[in-house]
């Protein structure tokens, strides 16, 4: 009794794992069988053509959606870069040939400031005697050959213009000084001596009148109205002034250049630019001064600071005086 139980025990175990076991065996038996693992080249990248790029919205629209590769394991790609656009090359431009400047002018004239506080104006100014009496005023100052201030012609006043006389008297006798506004000029007389008594000229006996001087003694020169002129005779001007320095030394004649189709107008002559030259039985006072130096002249204007005026020397010799 007790084997046939365990007899049929043993064949249900049997049964119950052969049944399980069948089980198990059917999915392994009706699946597919799995792939092969092989392993796949990995496609070198296609060279990239240098091109222009297009532009924006027609490059995105022509390009081609680049599809990745299947059963791809590797991992993921940079994207490829984009073309570098280079404008082709031109060449430069040659550089202009260089520009020869415009030769220099030399300069026409040459200028020196006179101050006021050193030079003054000889015409019209007050001369006084040493204690400051004012006895008249300059008319004229007379030069020798040489250019050197010889005699001062001074209009000594009378009583209410009455009495008046012209006298001449030696410039050594002068003493000049800017800064005296009221009277530059001094004439160096002794105390109480009438002024006749210094004069160089004297008085003709027949007459009772001072003898004819200026312009026509032969061996001097009244410069105030006489005409500056070049070698060839041409007429420059007239003087109408002079400027003397604090040590009585000329230092520029003011001479008249307008005309009567043209603007009046003065320039200093510096007084080294003027000589005085024997003209027949006179002097005469001569310049250098051509058209072109004269135009460029800065004019003369009164009480301000002079500036005296002489050829440039590059000037003279490239255009000499005819």
């Known amino acids: 009794m007790n084997d046939g139980l365990s007899r049929q025990c043993l064949t249900r175990r049997v ?3 052969l ?13 597919p ?8 080249p990995v496609p070198e990248p296609a060279p990239v053509e240098q091109v222009p790029p297009a532009p924006a919205s027609e490059a ?10 299947p059963h791809e394991t590797t991992e993921p790609k940079h994207p490829a870069p984009k073309p570098v656009y280079r404008p082709p090359h031109k060449p430069r431009p040659a550089p202009p040939p260089p520009q020869t400047p415009p030769p220099v002018q030399p300069p026409l004239i040459t200028t020196r400031t006179l101050a006021l506080a050193d030079t003054h104006s000889l015409l019209d100014a007050r001369v006084q ?12 100052m007379f030069v020798d050959a040489a250019g050197k201030p010889r005699e001062m012609l001074v209009n000594l006043a009378g009583f209410l213009g009455i009495g008046d006389r012209k006298m001449r008297f030696p410039w050594t006798d002068f003493k000049f000084d800017a800064a005296q506004k009221k009277a530059p000029i001094t004439l160096s007389i002794p105390r109480g001596e009438p002024p006749a008594a210094a004069s160089s000229k004297p008085k003709d006996k027949a007459s009772g009148k001072a003898a004819a001087a200026g312009a026509n003694d032969a061996h001097l020169l009244g410069v105030i109205d006489a005409t500056a002129e070049r070698g060839n005779g041409a007429r420059v001007g007239r003087v109408i002034d002079v400027l003397i320095d604090n040590h009585g030394e000329p230092q520029a004649a003011v001479v008249d250049v307008g005309s009567l189709l043209h603007e009046r107008r ?16 006179e002097l005469s006072l001569r310049t250098e001064l ?26 003279s010799a490239a255009h000499p005086t005819r």
């Open 266 to 281: 003065s320039i200093a002559a510096d007084w080294a630019a003027l000589r005085v030259v024997a003209k027949g039985d």
């Open 290 to 315: 051509s058209d072109a130096q004269v135009n460029a002249a800065p004019p003369y204007l009164p009480n301000q600071p002079a500036r005296a005026v002489a050829p440039a020397p590059a000037a």
């Open 33 to 40: 069988p799995p792939a092969a693992q092989t392993e796949q």
């Open 129 to 140: 005697r040493p204690d400051g009496k004012v006895i008249g005023h300059a008319i004229d």
């Open 19 to 31: 049944l399980l076991s069948s089980l198990a065996g059917c999915g392994t038996w009706f699946a």
């Open 60 to 69: 995105q629209a022509s390009a081609p959606v680049a599809a990745a590769p």
């Open 15 to 17: 049964l119950l794992v």
